[in-house]
């Protein structure tokens, strides 16, 4: 009951964050805010666990320090790349003309469904909180090393991206410099990692192979959902052939040597 009731105390801060945010995205007309948001509830998540009825613990810490690199950089980066001074991005355009009628309605509950979703994917972290004694293991440094790297990877290719578009000659163009030239979508491969990375900080731990939940549920939404699919139909409607070629050329996922 305990777990649930946590469960429950997250979710509703959750919800009332993404609430929130909802707000704003009406003032700005911009509903890209909610992947601004995203990570923070992620934290809020984590910090509700971690801080119910104790002190932190040396595992928790070591959690706390990789979700919470992770969050405020990801957020930051959205925030300047999405929204200040950004107009809405095509696949939220397309998402508006989808609900067709009581738009912000249901883009109030699109934006909730962000919050119960990020309920499942804290699941690593509920278990580390209700389970670890605080011992770090061999396999939770693993994981932070792997939760680092991801991070590392997905700042990487962000930052690429974000240089090719500064430069006024790669207007229409497709970028292929650096990890984009061996993945089309290298920040959702490290995006990926990460989450795998916080999935091995509760498989040590009694029912730890419930947070394996997590990475499934952002590999399903990478590849399936939101992700891949709508960023790459987005691409395709921008940049055409251009983009048609890359995508014969370059791995979607997984980095890889592109074809000839």
Known sequence: MYYLELFIIAFAVSFLWMGFLWAISLKIKNAAIVDVGWGASVLFYCLI????????NSKEFLVLIAVGIWASRLSSYLFFERILGHEEEGRYKKLREYFKTNVSF??????????????????????????????????????????????WGETLSD?????????????????????????????????????????LFALSEPYGF????????????????????????QAVRSKGNLYRDYQKRVSAFVPWFPKK
């Open 49 to 56: 666990y971690f801080f119910n009825d104790s002190e932190l």
């Open 159 to 199: 930052d690429q991206l974000k240089q090719f578009k500064l430069n006024p000659a790669n207007k229409g163009k497709v970028c292929e410099v650096g990890l984009w030239g061996y993945s089309r979508h290298p920040n959702y491969f490290f995006e990926s990692l990460i989450w795998i990375g916080y999935a």
């Open 210 to 233: 419930l947070g394996l939940i997590a990475p499934i549920l952002i590999l399903y939404t990478l590849l399936k959902f939101t992700g891949i699919p709508a960023t790459e139909e």
């Open 106 to 151: 249901k883009m109030f509950w699109f934006f909730q469904s962000q919050a119960l979703f990020n309920g499942f994917l804290s699941l690593p972290f509920l278990i580390v909180a209700i389970q670890s004694d605080g011992v770090v293991s061999l396999i939770d440094l693993v994981a932070f090393l792997v939760a680092f790297i991801g991070i």
